[in-house]
């Protein structure tokens, strides 16, 4: 199965993890880097998950009333009778639900993520093998320049003057010489430098 990467804003949203175990500690600390409130229930938590700073911990078995206001609900116990109790309870409320080890049960893998500042990269096997999505991740790490993020901002920055000062049909080619000298000096350009090399993309523009 090969599933179409879809990216979704939880900033102000709500997130509930059912289970109290590492898997549902893996899985709430991605679910926090994303800006949702982060629910976790279950009756017990491994040391992991008391000390994970954002999420909220309900000490208590599942009840269906919890699913009410949920946005996003990942079941991540180890009682494959209750994850598919979750699972279901989501499809009938119209939930999107990640059912841990279970892809049948699911209706979206979460997936191995690589984040850098507003860079995100999810990774899928679709369900195949996630050892092989967390060793592509583990790899891209080793590859991402630690300036990679500081220059996003700056190339976000970048957008509203680019608009201004080009046609649509130079932006992309502009903007990926904006990304190119930057990576190569391995930090944002400072403004003389932009605009020394907006000069000199204008002149080889003219027709």
């Known amino acids: 199965m090969v599933c179409f990467p879809l990216f979704v804003d939880l900033n102000d949203k709500t997130a509930l993890v059912v289970g109290g175990g590492p898997v549902a500690a893996r899985k709430a600390r991605v679910l926090l880097d994303y ?3 982060v629910l976790v229930c279950a009756p017990r938590f491994v040391p992991e998950l008391e000390q994970l700073s954002g999420a909220e911990l309900l000490r208590q078995p599942f009840v269906p009333e919890l699913l009410e ?3 996003l609900a990942v079941a991540a116990t180890d009682d494959r009778v209750l994850n598919r ?3 279901q309870l989501c499809r ?3 939930i999107p639900v990640n059912v841990a080890d279970s892809r049948e049960d699911s ?4 997936p191995a993520v690589v984040r850098r ?3 995100s990269v999810g990774i899928s096997t679709g369900g195949a093998s996630p050892a092989a999505a967390a060793h592509v991740r583990r790899t891209l790490e080793g590859q991402l320049p630690a300036s990679l993020e500081p220059i996003l901002d700056w190339l976000e920055d970048q957008r509203e003057a680019g608009r201004d ?3 649509p049909s130079q932006r992309r080619r502009w903007f990926s010489r904006l990304l190119s000298a930057a990576l190569e000096k391995g930090r944002p350009l400072t403004s003389g430098e932009t605009e020394s090399l907006l000069r000199q993309f204008c002149e080889e523009e003219l027709p």
């Open 117 to 119: 500042g507003r860079l």
């Open 107 to 110: 209706t979206f893998l979460f």
């Open 92 to 94: 009938k409320c119209s």
């Open 85 to 87: 109790t979750v699972a």
């Open 35 to 37: 800006g949702p409130r």
């Open 69 to 71: 206001g949920v946005s």
């Open 165 to 167: 000062a080009l046609p």
